[in-house]
């Protein structure tokens, strides 16, 4: 999976769409810049959005693809959704815990206003695992049948300065 130079050449780029199965193609070209290697990365993201419908029977797929020079989730957290695919492009991947390794009391506001790692969300550092580049990762949420309470711990990796992301998500829309 290769991206297209976005990061360098835009910056600053945002794409949140709401993507037609049956209508990939024109949907997702109408939204993106005119880039080098555009048409491999089409080809890609069409690719994950039919195994990301088929697999969960939707007739649209909630997109977003954006360049970021900062984590987006800098915190560790759960979603209240169903299910979504993750993807990073280019950069650091998606980091997370394992149920055995996190004391989810210790959660947003359960923090009481200390970092991840102070709070007692987790042990041990090496209890943080990470997604590689490229990779693609589908985080249940809260809103997963029988998941209530049970959502994918995960946050945005930390984003060296000068470095920038390029990260996919894929959502029910």
Request: aromatic share 8%; charged share 20%; proline share 4%.
């Amino acid at each position: 999976m290769k991206s297209p130079i976005i990061a360098k050449d835009y910056p600053s780029f945002n794409l949140r769409s709401v993507i037609s199965y049956k209508t990939p193609m024109q949907s997702i070209k109408s939204s993106l810049p005119d880039l080098a290697g555009q048409h491999s990365f089409i080809e890609d993201l069409i690719l994950l959005l039919e195994m990301y419908s088929c697999l969960f029977d939707l007739d649209e797929v909630g997109l977003r693809s954006q360049v970021l020079d900062r984590a987006m989730f800098p915190r560790f957290h759960t979603d209240k959704l169903g299910c979504h695919l993750v993807t990073t492009y280019h950069g650091q991947g998606t980091e997370w815990l394992q149920n055995c390794d996190t004391e989810r009391s210790k959660l947003g506001a359960g923090n009481k206003g200390l970092s991840d790692k102070k709070s007692g969300l987790f042990t041990h550092a090496a209890s943080i695992q990470q997604v590689s580049e490229g990779d693609i990762v589908l985080l249940k949420g809260d809103d997963w049948f029988a998941n209530d309470g049970l959502g994918a711990v995960h946050r945005s990796p930390a984003v060296v300065p000068s470095e920038k992301h390029v990260v996919i998500t894929m959502y029910f829309a």
